[in-house]
């Protein structure tokens, strides 16, 4: 995303990986919009929440995360981001088109804070 909002990478689509479609071709499905609700390891099968069953070989869960803001006095602002994803690129990038920036300040950076349950059990 940094290239893209610097001008390095000029067109958007070059930060897509591969799209659904390309996906499809190579035989996975991608199912967007929709939560996984329940895990049934003995059946092998993933339950979403529009009560779709999917059955699985391997189970790999890819959790995301989301930005923690501290509560800081202007955070709330026009001009001020968080830049997690796509569309918060594209969000930057065009506000940076409509106005006239001379600098930014750029707050953070990409530490991962996960909390474990008691006791932690990772399995084998």
């Avoid at 918060?88 to 990409?110: F, M, Q, W």
């Amino acid at each position: 995303m940094p290239y893209y909002i610097g001008d390095v990478i000029k067109d958007k689509n070059r930060l897509v990986a591969r799209t659904p479609e390309e996906f499809k071709k190579t035989g996975v499905d991608v199912i967007l919009g929709n939560g996984v609700e329940v895990i049934d390891a003995e059946k092998s099968q993933v339950k979403l929440s529009d009560g779709t069953s999917l059955p699985y070989d391997i189970l790999v869960l890819g959790t995301g995360a989301d930005a923690i803001l501290p509560e800081i006095a202007g955070q709330d602002l026009p001009g001020v981001f968080t830049l997690r994803n796509l569309t918060d690129g594209l969000r930057i990038k065009s506000y940076l088109n409509e106005k006239v920036i001379r600098k930014a300040a750029i707050v953070g950076a990409g530490l991962l804070l996960w909390k474990c349950p008691k006791p932690c059990e990772f399995g084998d």
